[in-house]
């Protein structure tokens, strides 16, 4: 089946950016996600990005699509130690509506 | 609004007991569904509905029951509970249409002794 494949861990200092990858194998994804899981709760869309989009900037958030290599990534400018927690990449094809997760990637930030 | 809303939060149970976790959305969402999180295999799908009376299997549907009585609730059924069971449950529910960003609940954390 389809897979979505991301790094299990990042360790950052606080202030620097952080850079989250992912790589994912359908070529007929339409929606790419982050999702951020905190300690102790449930997952919480940050940001999406649709595959016609090559780039997608929120505030410190920066998603960038490589749709040729099939790669998404997520920069975090100036991480703070609230930014600690799993991020979780996923896509979905247009007219499914049932995600693909990758199995997240635990970004530490030590001061 | 309240989102999407489980119950319980936690408990443990002994190797063959049954129970079921309980989920609820007041969002109108057609799609419900239901994952399980293990460390170092991320999320990894049981169930899932589109609607009041469809329900479907997931990647991981054995030992799991559900049903889908009315648009809002999606319980999730444990029969005879196996320690390979013990997981932190996810409800999530989104609509069918559009971008379709996934709303979860807080999480379900069991013990199978």
């Known amino acids: 089946g389809e897979d979505v494949e991301q790094s299990l861990f990042l360790s950052v200092r606080e202030g620097d950016s952080s850079v989250i990858n992912c790589t994912y194998t359908?070529?007929?994804?339409?929606?790419l996600y982050w999702y951020k899981q905190e300690p102790g709760a449930g997952l919480q869309l940050l940001t999406y990005?649709?595959?016609?989009?090559d780039m997608k900037q929120d505030q410190r958030l920066t998603v960038l699509l490589n749709k040729k290599d099939k790669h998404l990534s997520l920069r975090i400018a100036d991480t703070q130690t609230g930014d600690s927690a799993i991020y979780f990449c996923a896509e979905m094809s247009g007219g499914s509506y049932i995600p693909t997760f990758g199995r997240g990637t635990s970004l530490i930030v030590h001061p | 609004n309240a989102g999407v809303t489980q119950t319980p939060k936690f408990q443990v149970l002994k190797t063959g007991q049954s129970m079921t976790l309980q989920c609820a959305q007041d969002?109108?969402?057609?799609?419900m569904s239901w994952y399980r999180q293990d460390p170092g295999m991320g999320l990894r799908l049981i169930h899932y509905?589109?609607?009041?009376?469809?329900?479907d299997q997931g990647e991981v549907p054995n030992g799991y029951n559900v049903s889908r009585s009315t648009t809002e609730d999606f319980p999730l059924r444990l029969l005879s509970a196996a320690p390979s069971q013990t997981s932190v449950y996810f409800c999530?529910?989104?609509?069918?249409?559009?971008?379709?960003?996934?709303?979860f609940g807080e999480g379900s954390r069991l013990t199978v002794l």
């Open positions: 990005i649709f595959s016609n989009m």
């Open positions: 359908d070529s007929s994804s339409t929606y």
């Open positions: 509905s589109v609607g009041a009376g469809i329900t």
């Open positions: 969002m109108n969402h057609e799609y």
């Open positions: 999530a529910s989104s609509y069918t249409q559009g971008a379709g960003e996934l709303f």
